[in-house]
């Protein structure tokens, strides 16, 4: 059944928008293993098929964001900065600049930083 519940076969509930009505997907498991989200699968293909042009850069943002890593998504969900940059922002951000200028491009080496705190990099290690 395309849009039915197939323990029931009932009718699932929907939403009608113009001539469509929109289903939400339930994730069935046939017992020879194979995924029954095909179906949904084809409706979308068919319905991407319909879009107008300038309507599909839409979908495939959305596509993508729903593909996203949970910590990628977050970030890409999360509001714009729109704090204004102070001029006291701008002055550390021109110290900085000069900072790293003077050493050449060149930061402090980690290995210097954790030994400030008694630490090696073998306080760390990867494998675990």
Do not use: C
Not at 98 to 115: H, N, T
């Amino acid at each position: 059944m395309l849009h039915g519940d197939s323990a029931s076969g009932q009718a699932l509930p929907g939403v009608y928008v113009g001539a469509v009505t929109f289903r939400p997907v339930q994730l069935r498991y046939y017992t020879s293993g194979v995924m029954a989200g095909t179906i949904e699968k084809k409706q979308a293909h068919e319905l991407i098929e319909r879009l107008r042009p300038e309507q599909v850069p839409a979908v495939v943002s959305l596509l993508q964001f729903m593909l996203l890593d949970p910590v990628s998504r977050a970030a890409a969900a999360a509001p714009v900065d729109d704090e204004p940059v102070t001029e006291e922002d701008r002055r550390r951000i021109r110290e900085g600049r000069g900072w790293f200028a003077e050493r050449g491009g060149q930061g402090i080496p980690m290995e210097d930083v954790l030994a400030e705190f008694g630490l090696t990099p073998k306080n760390f290690p990867l494998d675990k």
